[in-house]
């Protein structure tokens, strides 16, 4: 079947790098993405990684996925007050044409 | 680039009433829109998948006679959710999928319906 785990909560101290973790089930996806959501607001796309890279840098977010133990992490370095929002991990189920989405984990900053 | 916009942001009415909810790609044409629904504190539930000019794909459970999807063009789809009830009540966010390979959604800004 198609699922995605997470965490519901994390908290760190502003300037510590956050690690969000995520787990799915379909070994066919063939791309994981993150999302950022904030209060009231929709979903913004905060980076994709295609099934067969292990891991995708874009400036302070970090990617990485094994894919054998179909886990995704998604590292946020030197977190900031306005990274507090929910991340959604999700996975493309390209047999469906759709999407599937995990819980989101809600990333919370501490002085 | 990949912009999509909803309308209207937040909308209240009376129990029996129908209500439409606008979801626009502003700068692509969108070949596919989703239409998910958020309860508070919980992670989207994907409604239906719209395919310009064909009939909606509806997940299950999802009633299509209560919820009417039309994607009229590349850039427009609609949602109408009709003889609302309080239940309805929720946030609807709307996604556009361009005709790219990366199978990617842009979301929508979301649009709370408040059912009285």
């Known amino acids: 079947g198609e699922d995605v785990e997470q965490s519901l909560f994390l908290s760190v101290r502003e300037g510590d790098s956050s690690v969000i973790n995520c787990t799915y089930t379909?070994?066919?996806?063939?791309?994981l993405y993150w999302y950022k959501q904030e209060p009231g607001a929709g979903l913004q796309l905060l980076t994709y990684i295609f099934s067969n890279m292990d891991m995708k840098q874009d400036q302070r977010l970090t990617v990485l996925l094994n894919k054998k133990d179909k886990h995704l992490s998604l590292r946020i370095a030197d977190t900031q007050t306005g990274d507090s929002a929910i991340y959604f991990c999700?996975?493309?189920?390209?047999?469906?044409?759709?999407?599937?989405f995990g819980s989101g984990t809600r990333l919370s900053i501490r002085p | 680039g990949a912009v999509v916009s909803q309308h209207p942001s937040r909308v209240i009415c009376k129990s029996g009433t129908s209500v439409k909810i606008e979801c626009r790609s502003l700068d692509f044409q969108a070949t596919t829109m989703f239409w998910y629904r958020q309860f508070p504190k919980q992670s989207l539930m994907l409604m239906a998948t719209?395919?310009?000019?064909?009939?909606?794909?509806?997940e299950q459970g999802v009633e299509k006679d209560k919820f009417l999807i039309n994607h009229a063009s590349l850039t427009l789809s609609t949602l109408t959710v009709t003889s609302a009830h309080p239940e309805d009540s929720s946030f609807y966010i709307c996604?556009?999928?361009?005709?790219?390979?990366?199978?990617?959604?842009?979301f929508g800004p979301g649009t709370r319906l408040t059912v009285l």
């Open positions: 996604s556009a999928r361009g005709a790219g390979g990366t199978d990617t959604q842009y």
């Open positions: 719209s395919n310009e000019g064909s009939k909606a794909t509806y």
């Open positions: 999700a996975e493309s189920i390209s047999s469906a044409s759709k999407i599937i």
């Open positions: 379909d070994s066919s996806s063939t791309y």
